[in-house]
């Protein structure tokens, strides 16, 4: 067991340790993050998410499977309004931490790395996705004293590639299209053409969380409480989303591991894209990437239950 827990873990952990060290070194600057950043979020993670959606079984489980994971997020980011009061003066963006998930970035990779392949993580971030980029996002917006309206929100979805790409799958894997175009003559060659596009992914998102970590220890006690309660809170949603799901479906090893996966990683990366985290920027930054390390620390558990 041993030699197959490492076989998952090893990779995760020097792909991280070879971006610190790019860092440090830096063997790359700042522009050069910013155009591997480009190229993943609008090449790679797009036809990543496309295929997973194209090639994911859609059902009545799927459906069941959204809205338990938007209900939970739903409920997270309301009881991280609650909470704001612990980590003060933090408290803006705590809900924020609390809730929705870093799926793209991070969630297939790790998830790929366990089953060997990206499509089961789809059935369970397709409720992530929407949330983040409806509810989320436009509480995010607000934050700023941004007004909230479908049209903004309408704008944000359409003008992000990751969501866009996600849709087309979905549309085409759930009509059949999808099918019909991987069974085709051409389909050898689309599916050759996606997989030497979207296997770089994983190495190249960890490189970047190992660039990035940013560990501030004078800001160490309202992050660890931010930490401490979303692992309290996703340890909760996973253990509900498993009694409702498996309590009507039959229970199914990878759609269990794909839960893990999706409520052991931290908050989306893209908090200070859409507002503008000011002095709470090194407390955001801070606890996305002590948050990262508990998420490989959690990735490892998982992978040796993954081979029990």
Do not use: H
């Not at 971030?125 to 700023?144: E, H, I, M, P, R």
């Not at 060659?189 to 996606?194: D, K, L, Q, T």
């Not at 908050?267 to 998420?295: Q, W």
């Amino acid at each position: 067991m041993i030699r197959e827990v490492l076989e998952m873990v090893l990779p995760v952990l020097v792909m991280i340790a070879i971006g610190c060290m790019c860092n440090k070194k830096q063997i790359f600057n700042a522009e050069g993050l910013q155009g591997i950043k480009a190229v993943i979020g609008n090449v790679m993670l797009p036809v990543t998410l496309f295929y997973a959606f194209l090639t994911a079984q859609y059902s009545i489980r799927v459906l069941v499977v959204f809205f338990v994971v938007f209900a939970g997020f739903g409920a997270a980011i309301a009881v991280g309004f609650l909470l704001r009061r612990f980590v003060r003066p933090y408290g803006r963006f705590l809900p924020f931490l609390l809730a929705s998930a870093e799926g793209g970035m991070l969630g297939y990779a790790l998830y790929g790395l366990l089953v060997g392949s990206q499509s089961g993580f789809a059935a369970v971030d397709l409720g992530q996705t929407v949330f983040a980029y409806t509810v989320w996002l436009g509480l995010l917006t607000s934050v700023d004293g941004g007004k909230i309206s479908p049209s903004s929100l309408l704008k944000n979805m359409l003008s992000n590639k990751c969501f866009l790409g996600m849709a087309l799958g979905i549309v085409l894997g759930a009509t059949g299209i999808g099918s019909v175009i991987l069974s085709s003559e051409a389909g050898g060659i689309f599916e050759a053409v996606v997989q030497m596009i979207k296997n770089p992914v994983s190495a190249l998102v960890l490189l970047l969380v190992g660039y990035e970590l940013n560990l501030k220890a004078e800001l160490l006690s309202p992050v660890l409480k931010t930490i401490l309660f979303r692992l309290v809170i996703m340890g909760g949603l996973l253990l509900v989303s498993n009694l409702i799901i498996f309590s009507i479906f039959p229970f199914d090893r990878e759609l269990e591991i794909a839960l893990m996966v999706l409520y052991a990683l931290p908050a989306p990366f893209i908090i200070p894209i859409f507002s503008d985290v000011g002095a709470d920027g090194e407390y955001v930054a801070t606890t996305l990437s002590l948050n990262t390390l508990v998420t490989v620390i959690l990735y490892c558990a998982i992978a040796v239950y993954s081979l029990g």
